[in-house]
């Protein structure tokens, strides 16, 4: 059908140089082929002015087109030739008219002449072979004339080596308007083709960049590019038109191409079939065209002519094999290899239309349909294959969510299961660590360590496995409210700290003091920061982690920074996916599930946010997200509605901030005589409100504060029954409160409640850690509320009680062997010496006065008094043993002070008998008061026996079964005091310094 829309009337041929047209009509649509036989004037080219030889003399005539060569001498060994073509062309004209002449292929330079005008040329023909230039690309030259007979003349020119050379391709003649239209025509079609193989390269191309690499679509993608210069570099030559190539490198550039759409054709068809592919010939011609290209790319124009049969060879091979590989295909029912059977069709069928064309110089408008059907065939197969893919991929994506599904309901099951037992084995290694540490070698005990490690790291496991499923059946709600980052980022801080037990290794809170609050849910904004802090933790050997925050109008940017391991950024595209982990080898030396990054970036995207990392091997890893900064009219949320009806059955009442020290907080429990007193620290307001209603109905005197500063003045001010802290406050956690407030009390001299909220076995670890008896969860539930405050304030109830019945007793007691020793060395001084009796005699009654002194059962009493006791007891001591004994007094005079009853006659009690009077020789016993600019310093110093390191260690042991409970009893009171107790330094026969130290302001506040 295409040869017949487009095939050429029969015309007259040129008849021994001469072609008569005169009965021929020249239209705008169709040209006339100027074929027959044309005059060749060989080794001349001719003047278009001068009179030509005749025919006969030097002259002959040749057929137009002819593939025979040029050279007609039987001179083999000529290289270079020559000559001039001429045609006169006999037309019937009255009147003048613009006419052309197309040049198709001349080998392989060319000068077109008309009516001895030059009209166009390509290359430079010339009779000097230096002067010559090949090249062979497609042109046309238009004219005016009102002549009846036009004179064509043609030099061309040519390398022997390089072709035949002379006219090998039709040369059409006619009107301007004919000569430009099948011009164009020809030129749209072939840009049209080049246009779909664009967008087909364009479309392979896209896939290839964002799928998954492929080698078939590669391979594809390459044979599209290769198709596309072959286009250009073919019929109109459009690419050697557009850019002036020599010969040499447009020959090159055609051989390469159509060498290259070959082989990519028969790798494509290898790597859409691989069954097929095992063939060796796929093998073998890819090599054969690798060095052939490269043969073509780097030998001299003269031998690359030589490689046209080879090349001939290469692009009929594939062409052949192909199509015959498909049909298999196809016959065997391969999906959709019909559509590749019909692409390869197409391109066998376009190669050998182009080689009969090009061998038989047959006239052919140029077809495009052909390769437009090849790769609409290949489409047709990459879409179809696209679509039945999606297909499966529906119904496999299917599949895959049943059992993910499967999958978690499966791990949420089996956490739930595994924690029971998990938390047994913990609790039972624990009992076991405790009381059989002493029993344990240095091994187990390590080893008992190291288990209950293991199991921690079990439980956080567990949890993420949990939270894990709660996220992806979207049952995670936020219950939105206004929070402190300091407060909640301290907290976290603070709960992670034992991880970092043993590394060098530092938690570093960097947040400015005029940050925002952040609308946020307090257990999530918990969990994300101990995900990310605790994940910083395991991959950071030393250095620091900082957490830092700036806020900006909207949001708040949060970012925790290590200086651990790094993470590779092909990982960290991964990293915030399910059960994905960086490099498994540097991962294992973490360990974990890759879940805590999930969750955390799941958590993130509900408070609107992301998650981003950025991170280099080695250099450490900087994560960060934002948050939405609180605005009054920020649509929150504190907690669900039932649970907040269940906080309290009291009204609320506002709380005012108290300042510290607060005075009239102080007065208002001086009044409060016999009611237990608790304090209430958090920096919220509102939960201060809270625990004074649930309270509201209790006996209590509820102190309410807002920062741990503030709590610390009023426990050095007065006594308290029970603290109550939140866990998440800023510049000091209620972990690090706890701590401080450990150094000066016992667990039972001043318990500790936490309001926390997570439950979280890591949580609750951190702070029984840091010093708590025990933990509310918030929202609270008023009645467990009560339950807890009145158990911890009945036990310090009874250990009040318990220490003052203990310090009763030591104020009334009086050895039995020290009451009979004074009473007969009064007896025996009766029958010596009647003076000294009296003295003694006075002695002894003042010891006794101030022994059993109502005061004594005072917190304090005044320095003087305490004094005198001592002197008192010493003097009658002296006066027993006589030499053995020798008392220093060093006391800074005068000083007004007060000081806790009997804490320095036990002191000295204890050193005359257990350190001085053990020595045959007795020894010396200083008493030293000392007062400097900020406090006051007693020291008991003695010669004595010493005290070994062991015991030494077990004096001030807190534990039952202790010897005696006078040191300690006064250790005790002397740190809810003042914060301290005693300091015992000792040396094995060289004695002892016990020494305890009252700040001044203690002193002022404790005498008051």
Not at 722 to 737: A, C, R, W
Not at 942 to 968: A, C, M, S
Request: aromatic share 10%; proline share 5%.
């Amino acid at each position: 059908m295409w040869f017949s829309a487009h095939k050429t009337p029969v015309y007259p041929q040129a008849v021994q140089g001469v072609l008569d047209l005169r009965n021929e009509t020249l239209s705008d649509r169709d040209t006339i082929p100027l074929d027959g036989e044309w005059e060749f004037i060989p080794n001349i080219l001719a003047e278009p002015a001068a009179d030509l030889p005749h025919a006969q003399d030097s002259s002959s005539y040749v057929q137009v087109p002819s593939k025979r060569p040029m050279i007609l001498l039987d001179d083999k060994k000529i290289s270079y030739t020559y000559g001039t073509y001429r045609l006169r062309i006999l037309i019937h004209t009255t009147k003048q008219q613009s006419l052309g002449i197309r040049i198709s292929d001349i080998q392989t330079a060319s000068e077109l002449f008309v009516n001895g005008q030059s009209l166009n040329r390509s290359g430079n023909p010339s009779d000097d072979p230096n002067q010559f230039i090949a090249r062979n690309v497609p042109y046309f030259g238009t004219f005016i004339t009102d002549r009846n007979e036009i004179d064509v003349l043609i030099h061309v020119s040519n390398s022997s080596f390089i072709g035949k050379g002379g006219i090998v391709g039709p040369i059409k003649f006619g009107t301007e308007q004919a000569i430009t239209y099948k011009k164009y025509y020809s030129m749209g079609l072939q840009l049209v083709v080049c246009v779909v193989l664009i967008l087909h390269a364009f479309y392979a191309g896209l896939l290839v960049w964002m799928g998954k690499p492929r080698r078939a679509l590669t391979y594809f993608f390459l044979l599209i590019l290769s198709t596309i210069i072959t286009v250009l570099v073919d019929d109109d030559r459009l690419l050697l038109v557009a850019i002036p190539f020599d010969f040499g490198d447009s020959l090159k550039i055609q051989f390469i191409s159509y060498t290259g759409a070959a082989a990519f054709l028969l790798l494509f068809a290898k790597h859409m079939f691989p069954e097929y592919g095992r063939n060796r010939v796929f093998n073998w011609f890819v090599y054969t065209s690798s060095l052939f290209s490269l043969f073509v790319l780097f030998a001299p124009t003269k031998y690359t002519v030589m490689g046209g049969f080879p090349f001939l060879m290469l692009l009929l091979l594939p062409n052949l094999l192909i199509p015959a590989f498909m049909l298999h295909a196809a016959l065997k029912k391969v999906p959709d290899a019909v559509f590749l059977l019909l692409g390869a069709i197409s391109i066998m069928n376009t190669t050998v239309w182009g080689i009969i064309k090009n061998v038989d110089s047959l006239e052919m408008t140029y077809y495009p349909f052909d390769l437009i059907f090849a790769f609409l065939g290949f489409a047709a197969y990459w879409f179809k294959a696209f679509y039945r893919n999606a297909a499966e991929t529906k119904v496999l994506a299917q599949k895959l969510s049943r059992a993910d599904k499967l999958k978690d309901d499966f791990l949420a099951n089996t956490s739930h299961e595994l924690r029971n037992p998990l938390h047994g084995i913990m609790n039972m290694a624990q009992a076991v660590l405790d009381s059989q540490r002493e029993v344990l070698n240095e091994a187990n005990t390590r080893n008992m360590e190291l288990l209950l490690r293991v199991g921690k790291r079990m439980s956080f496991l567990l949890n993420d496995l949990l939270d894990l499923n709660i996220i992806a059946m979207n049952a995670s709600h936020l219950y939105k409210t206004n929070l402190q980052l300091r407060a909640v980022a301290a907290g976290v801080i603070d709960t992670l700290r034992f991880m970092t037990e043993g590394k060098p290794l530092r938690l570093i809170l960097q947040l400015p003091p005029d940050l925002p609050p952040v609308l946020a849910d307090e257990n999530r904004l918990i969990q994300i920061l101990f995900n990310l802090i605790h994940n910083a933790i395991k991959f950071t050997h030393e250095g620091d982690i900082t957490l830092k925050a700036y806020a900006d109008k909207d949001h708040v940017h949060i970012s925790i920074s290590d200086t651990g391991i790094g993470i590779d950024p092909a990982a960290q595209r991964h990293i915030f996916e399910r059960y994905e982990q960086a490099d498994p080898l540097t991962a294992s030396a973490g360990g974990g599930l890759g879940l805590g990054l999930s969750i955390s970036s799941k958590l993130v995207e509900l408070h609107g946010g992301t998650l981003t990392v950025s991170s280099s091997p080695g250099e450490g890893s900087i994560f960060s997200f934002t948050l939405p900064v609180y605005r009054q009219d920020s649509h929150s949320l504190d907690m669900p509605i039932e649970q907040a009806q269940s906080i309290t059955d009291s009204p609320l009442y506002p709380v005012q901030h108290v300042q510290a020290p607060a005075a009239a907080a102080v007065e208002a429990i001086a009044s409060a005589e016999g009611r237990q007193r608790i304090l209430a620290v958090d920096d919220d307001s509102l939960n201060l409100t809270i625990i004074l209603s649930i309270l509201a109905s209790e006996s209590y005197e509820v102190v309410p504060v807002m920062s741990a500063k503030e709590a610390l003045v009023l426990l050095d001010s007065e006594q308290w029954d029970l603290v109550i802290t939140d866990v998440m406050m800023p510049n000091m956690s209620g972990y690090e409160l706890s701590r401080r407030i450990r150094e000066r009390f016992a667990l039972s001299e001043l318990p500790i409640l936490l309001l926390t909220a997570r439950s979280r076995p890591e949580d609750l670890y951190a702070g029984f850690q840091s010093g708590a008896n025990d933990y509310v969860t918030k929202p609270m539930d008023a009645v467990e509320f009560r339950s807890r405050v009145r158990a911890l304030t009945n036990l310090k109830k009874v250990v009040s009680e318990q220490l003052r019945v203990e310090a009763a007793w030591l104020h009334a007691q009086i050895k039995p062997h020290f009451l009979f020793n004074s009473l007969n060395a009064i007896a025996a001084l009766g029958d010596i010496d009647v003076e000294r009796m009296k003295q003694l005699l006075d002695e002894f009654s003042t010891y006794l006065r101030s022994h059993f002194d109502i005061g004594n059962l005072d917190r304090v009493i005044p320095l003087e008094n305490e004094l005198q006791l001592v002197r008192s007891y010493l003097a009658i001591e002296q006066e027993r043993f006589a030499e053995r004994l020798e008392v220093i007094w060093a006391i800074d005079a005068p000083i007004h002070i007060w000081v806790p009853p009997l804490s320095i006659q036990t002191l000295v009690e204890n050193a005359l008998n257990h350190g001085i009077l053990q020595r045959a020789r007795g020894g010396t016993l200083m008493i030293r008061v000392e007062q400097t600019e900020d406090s006051l310093t007693v020291a008991i110093i003695d010669n004595g026996v010493g005290i070994e390191t062991k015991k030494l260690q077990k004096l001030l042991d807190p534990h039952p079964g202790r010897r005696g409970i006078g040191l300690y009893n006064t250790h005790s009171r002397l740190k809810q005091l003042y914060g301290t107790g005693l300091h015992i330094q000792s040396t094995v026969s060289q004695g002892t310094t016990v020494s305890f130290t009252i700040p001044l302001p203690a002193l002022s506040l404790a005498a008051e």
